[in-house]
């Protein structure tokens, strides 16, 4: 379906325009403005990017404004907030628009803030407080009450008050005043560029703000909207930007019909300061002219207070001063002695080492706890270089594997089932390495971590080093000569299933004040007939024991982790070290397996049953088409499961629960991914509630979400990034001699597509906003847009975020609750998008699809893939003990510019290395095979 061809895209029709700063689609081009940075995170540079083009530098004076943004559900809210935090000296208040049931009692609450004498008991003013408003973005319509919380009295009661809407917040203005809202003539526009034109203000009226000060005539925005406003039968409103929809335009290609009106796109009250602008000045691609526009109304809003003589009073104030929390590590936290010790240990040997998989299949394949966190993008033949990193996009994220089992002293597994699990099931469950089970009924996975990490004064800043003198000698420690080039330091592995959403996005909008999420939470929507009760919602294991291998210089470490104080337990890694270096030193390499020669089999043969058919697929990607023209939601990632019940040959060594294991050696070989990953659970007691028996085979493509060490910094900060993938094409796999070539345009062809730059763009918007929640001021910054990486069967658009948290105030688990679940997994705006896909997908549990799986280290850093790319093995209750429930989640984006049939077909081509693996497993190891039915 990518070879269809299709007309000049829009992006390439507004470059000619004007070329916004950061918003380029060539690599060139980028690389010379310098947005290209090394993908190695931990040592690169990390200033801002704002700072590093110097147009906010040139705002050198902080204005002096208390600012008041409303949060409509929106996923694009915090990059606002982030914009106007940098514009004020105070700290930016978010309320999320039901955090209060009515205006008075929003007002109401500022008055129990405002002490009584210092008031002199008159009513409390909006204005007393804050100095302008500005209402995000958001799903819906400010027609329906329910969508607009406190934000329309706010507009009403509040006409002195400099207002800024902000697409929703821009119609819900016009509403106020009498224009009509309605679906707009042109269809839904999501993430595409538009060329907006402005009349230019002739006289410059002191009263007035001038929006588009210092803007290029006309200008690119982004816009995301299926309304629009009527002004023209409103006379207190006055028009004061447009764009023309474009007939020549590639937007047609979804179901929606185009027309040539003028859209407005901005507008203002002829009275009252009261500003709206229908597009995103907020988005990576609006850029430096969104900013600029920010910038504008924020000092009107100071320049108009200065004329009034108004001035506000200092309360305190709800919301996010600081963001109103506390440290998770305290600043003395170094001098406290933390629970535990990091052990390190190189392995030397004159040999060639063995490669991951050898070593796992000799030391966990027969473990029931296990997982191996594989980079199989890095492995290379026997004797060869690893890829240069700088030429290989992919490489860079695959330079480690980490892999382990749960055996060590200290080892835990934690086991938690959520409300989607039957009530005697659910509950949080931590056994130990001696059995001793611990249950917390009400604890879920995040909190549990959280406590662990702040108890046990978890952050482990310091290595120190082992080295044997020789096999048999004593062990010494050392400092560390050189710290080892990774950042993980043993500690909590496992996933996070996609059913976590309901614990994290409580707490989102606890954090704006809001509750309707966990009331809606507390209703407990439960479906357990739809869930696999051999999965648990989330599943971690404490390591103290892994090994790490290094695939660009072939070396092995060894971490392990003792109890401080403790000399049984410091004595019993040594002596877990030792033993583990010596064997593995006595492992001869065997050459690496290339890539399966095995003919890529008609897959069609193997009778997986979708968990939706063709054609409820396609009818939920009609009902997304309903939601996307009815403004309820901009991207919904629909997804779709794929099942299959499969009996594998009794082996003649291996025990039936190492089998799921054999199927992954057969991916990572056809499927090598930089994520990739297997985890094993497998509860030695079948019949225990709330315990998980199921295998993970992920070959993921997409980094969720990473913490490092900032090298070149002060304090503790550290550096997150995500890596959202959304764009996807199949690629040509040929014999003849241009087979090469016709593959290369299909990924040419990919970079340059409108709808996949646009599904990819409104993620990448989502993702600065989730990053933005958490990370410091001015440092989310978008290093890589829209780069085109390949894997065995499809070509990816993959982009770069990152910014900066300050370790002293924001912990990993702080970030994952700002960002779980993974935006590309879900659409956007996230919250309104899931609640849809509840519906549509009809309460299936995902399961660890969708989710998350990697390590949260003792250090503080993290790395967490999208569970995608992946075969979830549970065995089948009950039957012969060989026969598995296979099951292989896929979906994808579906946006105003999707066609049903191309999403289908994508939706199969995102399962069809796996179906395919999974069927060359099968006939290795025949029986039967039937589908689930
Ligand atoms: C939903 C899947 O993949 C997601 C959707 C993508 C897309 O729409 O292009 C790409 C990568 C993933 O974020 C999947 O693989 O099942
Ligand atoms: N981004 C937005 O604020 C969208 C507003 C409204 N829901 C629309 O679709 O037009």
Redesign the pocket.
């Known amino acids: 379906w990518v070879q269809t061809t299709r007309p000049r895209s829009r992006y390439g029709v507004a470059r000619k325009r004007t070329l916004t700063r950061w918003y380029v689609p060539d690599d060139d081009a980028a690389s010379a403005q310098g947005t290209e940075r090394s993908s190695a995170v931990a040592g690169g540079q990390e200033e801002d990017l704002f700072n590093q083009h110097g147009f906010f530098g040139s705002k050198q004076q902080l204005l002096d404004l208390r600012i008041l943004l409303v949060d409509n559900h929106d996923s694009y809210t915090y990059n606002i907030y982030q914009y106007l935090s940098t514009m004020t000296q105070h700290a930016v208040d978010v309320i999320v628009n039901d955090a209060y049931s009515s205006w008075d009692e929003f007002i109401t609450s500022l008055h129990h803030d405002c002490p009584e004498d210092e008031n002199g008991g008159s009513p409390i003013n909006l204005q007393d407080h804050y100095d302008c408003v500005v209402l995000s973005p958001g799903p819906g319509s400010p027609t329906e009450p329910s969508d607009m919380g406190i934000v329309l009295d706010l507009i009403r009661r509040n006409s002195q008050v400099p207002i800024l809407g902000v697409c929703l917040g821009h119609q819900a203005l016009g509403y106020v005043y009498g224009c009509d809202v309605k679906l707009a003539p042109s269809g839904p526009v999501h993430g595409q560029l538009s060329a907006v034109t402005f009349e230019v203000e002739e006289e410059n009226d002191e009263c007035t703000c001038d929006l588009f000060k210092n803007l290029r005539r006309p200008f690119d925005v982004v816009r995301y909207h299926s309304l629009v406003v009527d002004t023209s039968e409103c006379s207190c409103i006055e028009p004061l930007a447009w764009c023309k929809y474009q007939e020549d335009d590639d937007a047609t290609a979804g179901p929606f019909q185009s027309s040539d009106e003028n859209i407005c796109m901005a507008l203002r009250h002829k009275n009252y300061p009261h500003y709206g602008v229908q597009f995103h000045p907020e988005s990576i691609g609006t850029g430096e002219a969104g900013y600029q526009l920010i910038w504008n109304f924020c000092e009107f809003a100071q320049s108009l207070r200065q004329r009034r003589n108004v001035h506000t009073t200092s309360y305190l104030r709800k919301g996010s001063d600081d963001q109103g929390k506390e440290s998770p590590a305290d600043a003395d936290n170094d001098e406290k002695d933390s629970r535990y010790r990091v052990l390190l240990h190189k392995i030397e040997a004159d040999l060639i080492l063995p490669l991951p998989e050898q070593v796992f299949d000799e030391f966990y394949s027969s473990c029931a706890d296990s997982f191996w966190l594989d980079s199989s993008t890095g492995e290379t033949a026997f004797g060869e270089d690893m890829v240069d990193e700088s030429s290989c996009p992919i490489s860079s994220n695959s330079r480690f594997s980490i892999m382990g089992a749960n055996d060590g002293l200290l080892s835990r597994k934690i086991e938690y089932f959520g409300r989607e699990h039957k009530p005697l099931d659910r509950g949080l469950r931590v056994r130990s390495a001696e059995s001793k089970e611990v249950r917390l009924e009400s604890e879920g996975i995040l909190s549990y971590l959280r406590h662990e990490m702040e108890d046990g004064q978890e952050l482990v800043q310091s290595i120190e080093e082992i080295v044997f003198e020789d096999s048999n000698g004593q062990a010494a420690v050392a400092a560390v000569a050189d710290e080892p080039p990774f950042d993980y330091r043993g500690g909590y592995v496992g996933f996070l299933g996609y059913e976590v959403r309901h614990d994290t996005q409580c707490w989102s909008f606890q954090q704006e004040g809001g509750m309707s999420a966990c009331e809606w939470e507390s209703t407990g929507r439960s479906s357990d007939t739809k869930t696999n009760p051999n999965i648990p919602t989330a599943a971690f294991f404490f390591v103290d024991r892994s090994l790490v291998y290094d695939h660009k210089t072939g070396e092995w470490y060894l971490i392990g982790v003792s109890t401080n104080n403790s000399e049984e337990s410091f004595d019993d890694t040594v002596s877990w070290m030792r033993e583990t270096s010596t064997k593995i030193g006595n492992l001869r390499r065997l050459r690496a397996l290339e890539e399966s020669k095995e003919p890529h089999c008609l897959v069609d043969e193997i009778a997986f049953v979708p968990n939706r058919s063709k054609a409820q697929y396609q009818a939920d990607i009609a009902r997304s088409h309903e939601e996307i023209r009815n403004g309820e939601s901009y991207e919904l ?1 629909v ?1 779709n499961q794929l099942e299959l019940k499969v009996d594998i040959l009794p082996h003649p060594t291996k025990e039936v629960r190492e089998m799921p294991f054999e199927l992954y050696k057969l991916l990572r070989r056809r499927n090598a991914a930089p994520f990739s990953a297997f985890m094993s659970l497998h509860a030695a007691d079948r019949s225990l509630p709330g315990s998980g028996r199921v295998s993970i085979c992920c070959s993921s ?2 980094r969720f979400l990473s913490i490092n060490r900032a090298s070149s910094s002060t304090g503790r900060r550290f550096v997150v990034e995500s890596k ?5 094409a199949a690629r040509y796999v040929g014999s003849e001699p241009d087979a090469r070539e016709i593959d290369q345009r299909i990924a040419q062809t990919l970079k340059l597509s409108v709808k ?1 730059r646009a ?1 990819n763009l409104m ?1 990448v918007d989502l993702l600065r906003n989730d990053l933005g929640r958490v990370c410091e001021v001015g440092t989310v910054h978008v290093p890589k847009l829209m780069n085109i990486e390949t894997y065995a069967t499809v070509h ?2 993959v982009s770069t975020v990152r910014g900066t948290i300050n370790g002293d105030k924001t912990s990993a688990i702080d970030v994952i609750e700002a960002c779980f679940p ?1 935006g ?2 879900t659409g956007a705006p996230k919250q309104r998008t899931m609640d849809i896909l509840d519906e549509i997908e009809q309460g299936v549990s995902r399961g660890p ?2 989710g998350c799986l990697g390590y949260i280290s003792l250090n503080g850093c993290m790395d967490m893939n ?1 569970v ?2 992946s075969a979830i093995l549970t065995p089948v209750d009950g039957e012969m003990p060989n026969r598995w429930n296979v099951s292989i ?5 579906i946006t105003a510019l999707s066609n049903s049939e191309d999403e289908y077909e ?2 199969l081509l ?2 069809r290395i796996l179906r395919e693996t999974i069927d060359e497993w099968r006939r290795l190891n025949f029986v039967e095979v039937d589908g689930i039915t």
């Open positions: 990632c997804t493509p997409e959202p993938i959304k764009g996807t996949d599904e993620i990816q658009m993974g590309s997994m699809y969708s999208i995608i790319r989640g896929c979906g994808g984006a994508e939706m995102k399962s």
